[in-house]
């Protein structure tokens, strides 16, 4: 799936299709996402402190 970023005050935005947050498991009122990079790969999650490696 391709996708553009968008412009969002200084920063930048993605927007992710519904079904894909379902998929995810990830309720956006209330969830946090955990982003993470790998081999120039961004990785999305929902935030769970079980992820955390400390």
């Known amino acids: 799936m391709k996708k ?16 894909i947050i379902e998929l995810l498991d990830i309720d956006p009122e209330n969830d946090e ?7 120039k790969t961004l990785k999305v999650r ?4 079980k ?3 400390s």
């Open 4 to 19: 553009k970023l968008y412009r969002s005050g200084n920063a930048w935005a993605l927007l992710i299709q519904k079904a």
């Open 51 to 53: 992820n955390t490696n």
């Open 33 to 39: 996402v955990e982003l993470e990079i790998e081999n």
């Open 46 to 49: 929902r935030y769970n402190e």
